[in-house]
């Protein structure tokens, strides 16, 4: 057999091995009836997601990123790419000429779209794990793979959020530098997919920065193996940035910059760095010295553009935000707290999280302290390392450092299983058995999950009445769609379900660009029932919605117990309210504004 089928014949197994994968979690979805597309779990950007497609596939032009029906009159400009939007869309047109209803085609899109990404993404581990450890570790990629992507939830039906685009482009990457050196054009589809990265969220920033500062050294150091890698990779990257660019950002916004999304900051700096690298590697007779004094001198020209065009995106990305958002808002949104934070409130979750990436660590140190460090291990290790310090400042992060885990685990467990193939030890195959266990994230999860039921016994024991108390399932929104739009005042956890399961808007809502909404309905909760009857007035609200056992509101409430939110939690409902569901704190409650009275 030829290397060129033996190579496609590769391909054929892996994809064939990522469909089954994806087959067993679609099936373990539907056998649980689908909860995810009633059931959001609190998830904001899901629906937020589904919102700005259904506006978009309404008419809502391609740049034009407004979302209309939340924060103050005219809304606020949203910071995320319609490159997310687009596949979304097409799928519910596709799905919408097949069965006639726009209903069922989300449906679809909520399924299908998740589904697809997780197959390309077991796809793509599954090619890391064979060209990092060969091809007794396509097995361990495959089952570990699966079950680390299955378990961190991205991937779930209805997940329409940015980041499993993300994580799906950051291990595509890496997967196709893997193996730069055997496929001619996988380092240009690499620089691709890292620019895709950037402009789908700059949140991969940090991991964009070390793929390119890998392929920068690994050029430094050895030029003739890593030459034409860096160069293609280069032009890929640059490429890829400039077409992004071109095709997402309005001519009229190409002199802003903006830090949360790309804009000509990322392009500048993109295109620099693309280019820069291609020309350096395109040059034959280099030394080492001077190849890093080139890509030194390129790293210096980068950090200067940054500095004196661009200060502002030094900041931290939260820094200009209000104090009040800050403590009532961003420090207790769950995937925003740290490591250090997870060790004293939440400890199972710290085992479900972190575990398996602290163990692929300790593998890839193993390596390095071994001697016969290759290039594999540079960019696994770099990588995965690079994730674990992000997941440690926000536990975001851990979507990425568990995933890359699975490459070196998936090493791990090859090497256990040909020591069992050769001894019939019983103690090899007991060992091997536990490699297998350690590796698995989901034997992790389950541990934390089942000690986290047995910390919160008299919490589980209060929910077991089925009520929707933190108001999470499309149910509980029924009540508003027997109301004539109108402006809705509630807390920020609430704003992007009203906009997906109403006609609805809102002032508030989890996002740091409507810095203007969320204070407007922060202070009119906190505040008193007079001054919220002013706000009422002068914004046109027309309904009050409550939600007594959702974290926020309880958070509010005690920020201010004599304030707005606080009475109406107690019962004290002014005069110019009415009641329009049963004020019963089960769900949520909705007060129709009466100013006649």
């Known amino acids: 057999m030829s290397i060129a089928k033996h190579g496609a014949s590769i391909w054929r197994s892996e994809i064939v091995l990522a469909l089954l994968a994806t087959l ?35 008419g809502q032009g391609w740049f034009d990123l407004h979302q209309y029906r939340m924060g103050l009159e005219g809304g606020f400009v949203m910071h995320w790419s319609r490159l997310v939007d687009a596949p979304i869309a097409a799928i519910i047109l596709a799905a919408t000429a097949l069965t006639g209803s726009m209903a069922l085609a989300e449906n679809v899109a909520q ?21 990092f450890a060969g091809e007794a570790a396509v097995l361990p990629a495959v089952v570990v793979g699966a079950a680390a992507l299955h378990f961190i939830g991205i991937f779930s039906p209805g997940a329409l959020d940015h980041h499993n685009v993300q994580l799906t482009l950051t291990i595509a990457s890496l997967s196709l530098l893997l193996e730069a050196t055997m496929r001619g054009p996988a380092a240009l589809f690499s620089g691709v997919c890292a620019a895709l990265m950037l402009a789908v969220g700059m949140e991969t ?89 080139s890509l030194g001198i390129l790293a210096l020209a980068l950090g200067t553009v940054v500095m004196v065009l661009f200060p502002q ?24 707290q740290s490591l250090f934070s997870l060790v004293a409130q939440d400890p199972a979750r710290v085992a479900a999280r972190y575990v398996t990436p602290a163990v692929a660590l300790v593998l890839m140190a193993l390596r390095l302290g071994r001697g016969g460090w290759r290039r594999q291990d540079s960019l696994v290790g770099a990588l995965l390392a690079v994730a674990f310090v992000v997941s440690a400042w926000q536990v975001r992060g851990s979507t990425f450092s568990v995933a890359l ?56 024991a209060a929910n077991d009445s089925g009520a929707d108390m933190a108001c999470q399932r499309q149910a509980s929104f029924a009540a508003l769609g027997g109301v004539p739009d109108t402006t809705v005042l509630a807390i ?81 409902v002014p005069e110019w309210l009415e009641p329009v569901t049963p004020i019963s704190g089960g769900s949520l409650e909705l007060y129709r504004v009466r100013l006649d009275r």
């Not at 403590?327 to 769950?334: F, M, Y």
């Not at 590796?439 to 589980?460: M, P, Q, R, Y």
């Not at 740091?512 to 009119?524: F, K, Y």
Request: net charge neutral.
């Open 492 to 572: 920020s956890n609430l704003g992007s379900p009203i906009l997906a399961y109403s006609g609805h808007r809102v002032f508030a809502g989890p996002y740091h660009r409507n810095i203007a909404g969320d204070l407007l309905a922060l202070d009119t909760f906190l505040g008193s029932s007079t001054a919220a009857r002013t706000v009422v007035a002068t914004h046109h609200v027309g309904l009050v919605a409550v939600c007594r056992g959702n974290a926020e509101s309880e958070l509010l409430a005690a920020k201010a117990p004599q304030g707005f939110l606080g009475g109406l939690m107690r019962g004290n």
């Open 313 to 336: 995106c030094l900041a931290a990305p939260y820094a200009n935000l209000d104090p009040r958002l800050k403590e009532l808002w961003l420090d207790h949104v769950d995937e925003a």
């Open 205 to 293: 920033a940090p991991y964009v920065a070390t793929i390119g500062a890998c392929v920068a050294l690994l050029f430094a150091f050895d030029a003739d193996g890593e030459r034409r890698i860096a160069r293609d990779f280069g032009v890929g990257f640059a490429g890829a940035s400039a077409l992004v660019f071109v095709t997402t950002v309005p001519v009229s916004a190409w002199s802003q910059a903006q830090c949360d999304a790309f804009s000509t900051v990322q392009f500048v700096v993109a295109v620099l760095a693309g280019t820069g690298l291609a020309a350096i590697a395109s040059i034959e007779a280099v030394g080492r010295t001077r190849r890093l004094v």
């Open 24 to 58: 067993v979690a679609f099936a373990v979805n539907a056998w649980a009836g689908f909860p995810q597309l009633t059931n959001a779990h609190g998830d904001n950007d899901n629906l937020l997601r589904l919102v700005e497609v259904r506006d978009f596939l309404a």
């Open 111 to 131: 399924v299908l779209w998740p589904a697809l990404l997780f197959c390309l993404a077991v796809f793509f581990i599954t090619r890391a794990a064979r060209n």
């Open 405 to 460: 885990a699975v490459i070196p685990l998936s090493a791990w467990i090859a090497s256990w299983r040909q020591r069992a193939e050769t001894s019939h030890s019983s103690s090899v195959a007991l060992r091997m058995a536990a490699v297998w266990l350690v590796s698995v994230n989901a034997v992790w999860t389950g541990a934390a999950a089942a000690a986290a039921v047995a910390f919160e016994a008299d919490k589980t």
